[in-house]
């Protein structure tokens, strides 16, 4: 498997605190993208990153921004979480913008 | 914005049985992507397919795009139980933004 790392792997936390999920890849991939995975709507892009500061918005943007300051770490920040946001976050990477993405373990995030 | 269609959304067989999952588009794709996710799991890149009308084929799976580049199918010949999974297509809307099918998940009765 490709080398990615996502921490934390399991988190639960309350309503409106902010939560920050990590993903370290070792492959110097360029592109890094962020997916929640909810029952009944299989995988759905929140952002990504096509290189250092360079991010833009995937379909469901909304309450969630992202930070890449190095090539090898993309972060995924909840502001104020809300229980709509409970869910699977995968991490993924690839070489190209048309290649195979390669994924994470995941995150499991409950908020109360 | 472009939609990747995904049926069925389940598909419960007996072992030794055919499985098929499909994938339409309303617009032309560049390409498609198959993945697999086992429970509990993450999903793992198959195959890319780019070509019209593009067959290939994975021991037991085959995978087609379809002349018109608007649809894909995975077939699975002869299930087995290590088969279990969701089987996800994928296309890219733009330039570096894929979406995702809703995933077809089976399961087999041994």
């Known amino acids: 498997d490709a080398g990615i790392t996502q921490s934390p792997r399991h988190k639960v936390t309350e309503t409106g605190t902010p939560v920050t999920l990590r993903c370290h890849q070792t492959e110097n991939h360029r592109y890094m993208y962020w997916y929640r995975q909810d029952p009944g709507h299989g995988l759905r892009l929140i952002h990504y990153s096509y290189g250092v500061k360079d991010t833009d918005k995937g379909e469901v943007s909304d309450g969630y921004s992202v930070s890449r300051s190095k090539t090898e770490d993309f972060l995924l920040t909840l502001e104020s979480a809300t229980s709509s946001q409970t869910s699977v976050y995968f991490c993924?990477?690839?070489?190209?913008?048309?290649?195979?993405?390669?994924f994470g373990d995941g995150t499991r995030l409950s908020i109360l | 914005g472009q939609q990747v269609m995904q049926i069925p959304q389940y598909q419960h067989v007996q072992e030794g049985e055919d499985f098929t999952t499909y994938c339409n588009s309303s617009?032309?794709?560049?390409?498609i992507q198959w993945y697999k996710q086992r429970p509990g799991g993450h999903p793992v890149f198959l195959i890319q397919l780019v070509k019209s009308g593009e067959v290939k084929k994975q021991k037991r799976l085959t995978f087609q795009f379809g002349e018109a580049k608007k649809n894909s199918s995975l077939h699975i010949t002869a299930t087995q139980t290590t088969d279990v999974g969701t089987y996800f297509c994928a296309a890219y809307s733009s330039a570096s933004k894929i979406i995702f099918g809703s995933g077809t998940r089976l399961s087999i009765r041994p």
């Open positions: 617009t032309t794709l560049s390409n």
């Open positions: 993924a990477i690839s070489g190209g913008g048309d290649q195979p993405q390669h």
